[in-house]
T-cell receptor, first 115, second 111 residues
Framework: DTGVSQDPRHKITKRGQNVTFRCDPI?????LYWYRQTLGQGPEFLTY????????KSRLLSDRFSAERPKGSFSTLEIQRTEQGDSAMYLC?????????????FGPGTRLTVT | GQQLNQSPQSMFIQEGEDVSMNCTSS?????WLWYKQDPGEGPVLLIA?????ELTSNGRLTAQFGTTRKDSFLNISASIPSDVGIYFC???????????FGQGTRLTINP
C-alpha cells in the first residue's frame, strides 16, 4: 500500500516537552498539508508545502510549531513546549502534481495527548 | 474566515434507508469534496466535485455541486452497516489550496 503514512500513531507527553511527528506522502505527490483535528470538529488547516517550499501557514500555527519538508519528500511537524491545548489529532495529507490537484489524501493521523 | 455548515449533525437510520446530508456556506467555493472518517483514522476521500451543477456518483454515493457554488449535497442509497461513520464536506476557495471543513455529520445505522 502506498498511501500517506504517519509516525507515530499515538504520542503521550508531559506539558512542556517537545514532540516531533513525521509524515510520508504518497510517492510523487508534490503538495503536502498538515491539519489539526480536535474532538467533534472537522480538521483545521495548519500549513502546506509545495515540494520543499512552505507556501502557507495558518494563524493557528503559533511560534511553538514548526514544519519542515527539507527534500520535498517527507515532512516533520515539531511542537515545542507542549501545552494541554495542543492535545489533538494531527493529520497529514498529500495531493498530486497533475490536475485535478485539489484532491487531498489523508494519512491515519497522530493522536497527541499532553498531560 | 470561510465556514461550512453541515446538516444534520447526526442521523440515526435503519439499514437499507437512503441518507441525505448537505453543506452550505456564505462564500463561493470552487471545489467541493466529501470525506468519511472512522474512529481513530484519517478522512477517506469519497467524491470530488469541480463544476457548478456537477453530479457525481461513486457506487451508492451521489454528490452534487450546487449551482450557486455555495452548497453541496451527499446522498447514500440503501445504507449498509459499513456506512457508519462521520461524513465531512470540505471545499476550497478560488486561489487557495487549503481545505475548509464542515463540522461533520455522524451517521448511525440500526440493523
Amino acid at each position: 500500500d502506498t498511501g500517506v503514512s504517519q509516525d507515530p500513531r499515538h504520542k503521550i507527553t508531559k506539558r512542556g516537552q517537545n514532540v516531533t511527528f513525521r509524515c510520508d506522502p504518497i510517492s510523487e505527490h508534490n503538495r503536502l498539508y498538515w491539519y489539526r483535528q480536535t474532538l467533534g470538529q472537522g480538521p483545521e488547516f495548519l500549513t502546506y508545502f509545495q515540494n520543499e517550499a512552505q507556501l502557507e501557514k495558518s494563524r493557528l500555527l503559533s511560534d511553538r510549531f514548526s514544519a519542515e519538508r527539507p527534500k520535498g519528500s517527507f515532512s516533520t511537524l515539531e511542537i515545542q513546549r507542549t501545552e494541554q491545548g495542543d492535545s489533538a489529532m494531527y493529520l497529514c495529507a498529500s495531493s498530486p502534481k497533475t490536475e485535478p490537484n485539489y484532491e487531498q489524501y489523508f494519512g491515519p493521523g497522530t493522536r497527541l495527548t499532553v498531560t | 474566515g470561510q465556514q461550512l455548515n453541515q446538516s444534520p449533525q447526526s442521523m440515526f437510520i435503519q439499514e437499507g434507508e437512503d441518507v441525505s446530508m448537505n453543506c452550505t456556506s456564505s462564500s463561493i467555493f470552487n471545489t467541493w469534496l466529501w470525506y468519511k472518517q472512522d474512529p481513530g483514522e484519517g478522512p477517506v476521500l469519497l467524491i470530488a466535485l469541480y463544476k457548478a451543477g456537477e453530479l457525481t456518483s461513486n457506487g451508492r454515493l451521489t454528490a452534487q455541486f450546487g449551482t450557486t457554488r455555495k452548497d453541496s449535497f451527499l446522498n447514500i442509497s440503501a445504507s449498509i452497516p459499513s456506512d457508519v461513520g462521520i461524513y465531512f464536506c470540505a471545499g476550497t476557495i478560488q486561489g487557495a489550496q487549503k481545505l475548509v471543513f464542515g463540522q461533520g455529520t455522524r451517521l448511525t445505522i440500526n440493523p
